[in-house]
């Protein structure tokens, strides 16, 4: 059975801390994503990753970083938290060589973490 | 950049309605996913399509390319089909690793 994980489903955190988000595939997949999730917005794209050691800016990078040194994991850094990135998070993965166009295969989503920042 | 339209918003139904929710994009694309969250957030994958209609049980989806339309249709409606639908499509056309944009969901309420 395909499984993304999270290494938390609930996290609080103190402005100016920097948060650690952990995201484990076990599918050998070589895209992953990082998504936040906002009532009235959606979810949008934060970074993905095309394999290991590469990374790309999505739609909101601004305060974020992120680490993609095993294939298996991609990680979600915020530098120094603040009260406007309190969100649910989603991690996703998706196989890039299973059909022509990578766009169009599915994505599996990790359960999300809930990141309140005070 | 792709934007994605759903609508309605909100939708509260009696167990045993047809349910229709509705997705617009505006750049042409060749497929379309809808996904499917529960409370509690996990999301999963219903269908992709890009092109017709597919069908798993009880949902239909269909969609039409020209008019970059899509629809997510229920029948017989139950209370556990009581979720978050969310339509998305790639962000970018053509290929690439790139992600997909999402529309902002349509919360579906079944009541008993």
């Known amino acids: 059975d395909v499984k993304v994980t999270q290494s938390s489903r609930y996290l609080v955190k103190r402005t100016g801390e920097k948060v650690f988000l952990e995201c484990v595939q076990d599918?050998?997949?070589?895209?992953m994503f990082w998504y936040r999730q906002d009532p009235g917005l959606g979810l949008r794209l934060i970074y993905f990753s095309y394999d290991v050691k590469m990374k790309e800016k999505g739609d909101i990078p601004e305060g974020y970083s992120v680490s993609r040194e095993k294939k298996e994991r991609f990680s979600l850094i915020l530098e120094s938290a603040s009260t406007n990135q309190t969100s649910m998070y989603l991690c996703a993965s998706r196989n890039h060589k299973l059909a022509g166009e990578s766009s169009y295969n599915e994505q599996f989503f990790g359960p999300g973490t809930r990141l309140t920042v005070l | 950049k792709n934007e994605v339209e759903q609508s309605p918003q909100n939708l509260t139904a009696q167990e045993g309605e047809f349910i229709t929710i509705n997705c617009s994009y505006s750049v042409g694309i060749s497929a379309l996913h809808w996904l499917q969250q529960h409370p509690g957030g996990g999301i999963v994958s219903l269908f992709m399509?890009?092109?017709g209609k597919k069908k798993h049980g009880r949902l239909i989806a269909t969609i039409n390319i020209q008019e970059k339309h899509s629809s997510l249709h229920i029948t017989a409606s139950h209370p556990r089909d009581s979720a978050v639908y969310i339509c998305a499509v790639p962000s970018k056309s053509g290929g690439g690793a790139d992600g997909l944009t999402f529309g902002k969901g349509t919360h579906l309420i079944i009541q008993p």
């Open positions: 599918m050998d997949h070589e895209n």
């Open positions: 399509l890009s092109s």
